[in-house]
C-alpha cells in the first residue's frame, strides 16, 4: 500500500448543488484497501464454549466465601462474609410447600424430642379440621354426590355447587368468592370415614366412662 494513499482514494469537494437525498454526500473516507467486513449474524466457532456468568453479590470477597482466606487481608475493600442467602423464589417455594403442609392430611411429621405431643397436637389439628367437615351437602341437606371443595376448602355436591354457581359466585358455607374453582374432593369419603370412626370412638370413651349419651347415631 502506498504511503500516499493510506487513507484511501479521496473525493472532489463539494460544489455546494443540492442535488437530493439520493445524491448525499459521505464526508468518511473509507479505506478502499481495506479487507472487508462481514455483516450480520456470524456463526460461532465450534472449537470455544462461550458461558456467561452473572455476579449477583460483587460487593462480597470470593476468595475469603470460597476458601476463607485473603491475600489482602483487613485491607480488602471487599466483604469477608461466608454467609449464603436464599433467593427470592426460593423463599417463595418453601412457604408454599409450608402452606401446603397444613393444609395436607397426611402431611410428614418433623421428628421431635417429645414426639407425644406432637401426636397430641396433630390429633388437636385433625380434629379440628374434621370438625368442620359436616357429613352431609350443606345446599340439599344429602349425601355428597360427586363431591366437589372450594378454594376456601368447604365441600359440596357439584351438581349443587355449580348450580348456586351461576345465582350467587359465592361460597354457600362462608360467603367467600370461589372465582368458580370447584376441585374434585377424592380424599371426601376417606375424611368422612375418619369422622365417623372418631365420633363413634369418642361416644364408646364417654359410656365406658359411664357418662350418657343419646341413642342417636351420626349418618
Same mark, same amino acid.
Request: hydrophobic share 30%; glycine share 8%.
Given at each position: 500500500? $502506498?504511503?500516499?494513499?493510506?487513507?484511501?482514494?479521496?473525493?472532489?469537494?463539494?460544489?455546494?448543488?443540492? +442535488?437530493?437525498?439520493?445524491?448525499? @454526500? $459521505?464526508?468518511?473516507?473509507?479505506?478502499?484497501?481495506?479487507? /472487508?467486513?462481514?455483516?450480520?449474524?456470524?456463526?460461532?466457532?465450534?472449537?470455544?464454549?462461550?458461558?456467561?456468568?452473572?455476579?449477583?453479590?460483587?460487593? @462480597?470477597?470470593?476468595?475469603? +466465601?470460597?476458601?476463607?482466606?485473603?491475600?489482602?487481608?483487613?485491607?480488602?475493600?471487599?466483604?469477608?462474609?461466608?454467609?449464603?442467602?436464599?433467593?427470592?423464589?426460593?423463599?417463595?417455594?418453601?412457604?408454599?410447600?409450608?402452606?401446603?403442609?397444613?393444609?395436607?392430611?397426611?402431611?410428614?411429621?418433623? =421428628?421431635?424430642?417429645?414426639?407425644? +405431643?406432637?401426636?397430641?397436637?396433630?390429633?388437636?389439628?385433625?380434629? =379440628?379440621?374434621?370438625?368442620?367437615?359436616?357429613? &352431609?351437602?350443606?345446599?340439599?341437606?344429602?349425601?355428597?354426590? $360427586?363431591?366437589?371443595? @372450594?378454594?376456601?376448602?368447604?365441600?359440596?355436591?357439584?351438581?349443587? &355447587?355449580?348450580?348456586?354457581?351461576?345465582?350467587?359466585?359465592?361460597?354457600?358455607?362462608?360467603? /367467600?368468592?370461589? /372465582?368458580?374453582?370447584?376441585?374434585? =374432593? $377424592?380424599?371426601?369419603?376417606?375424611?368422612?370415614?375418619?369422622?365417623?370412626?372418631? =365420633?363413634?370412638?369418642?361416644?364408646?370413651?364417654?359410656?365406658?366412662?359411664?357418662?350418657?349419651?343419646?341413642?342417636?347415631?351420626?349418618?
Amino acid at each position: 500500500m $502506498s504511503s500516499t494513499n493510506l487513507l484511501g482514494s479521496t473525493r472532489a469537494a463539494p460544489d455546494g448543488t443540492y +442535488k437530493g437525498l439520493a445524491n448525499k @454526500t $459521505s464526508f468518511v473516507q473509507r479505506n478502499l484497501d481495506a479487507p /472487508s467486513r462481514t455483516v450480520g449474524p456470524i456463526k460461532a466457532p465450534t472449537n470455544i464454549r462461550t458461558i456467561t456468568v452473572i455476579d449477583y453479590t460483587p460487593d @462480597t470477597c470470593k476468595d475469603y +466465601k470460597q476458601t476463607g482466606f485473603c491475600g489482602f487481608g483487613d485491607n480488602c475493600k471487599f466483604l469477608h462474609a461466608r454467609e449464603d442467602y436464599k433467593q427470592g423464589w426460593q423463599l417463595d417455594k418453601e412457604w408454599e410447600d409450608v402452606a401446603k403442609g397444613k393444609k395436607n392430611l397426611g402431611g410428614t411429621v418433623v =421428628a421431635d424430642a417429645n414426639r407425644s +405431643k406432637v401426636a397430641d397436637d396433630d390429633d388437636d389439628e385433625e380434629d =379440628a379440621m374434621l370438625e368442620n367437615i359436616p357429613f &352431609a351437602c350443606i345446599i340439599c341437606r344429602e349425601p355428597y354426590k $360427586s363431591p366437589v371443595v @372450594t378454594r376456601c376448602g368447604h365441600y359440596f355436591c357439584e351438581p349443587c &355447587a355449580l348450580k348456586r354457581y351461576r345465582k350467587d359466585p359465592t361460597c354457600a358455607a362462608c360467603g /367467600s368468592g370461589t /372465582s368458580g374453582v370447584f376441585n374434585s =374432593a $377424592s380424599r371426601l369419603k376417606k375424611l368422612l370415614d375418619r369422622k365417623r370412626a372418631r =365420633a363413634a370412638k369418642k361416644r364408646q370413651d364417654a359410656i365406658d366412662a359411664g357418662e350418657e349419651v343419646s341413642d342417636e347415631v351420626e349418618e
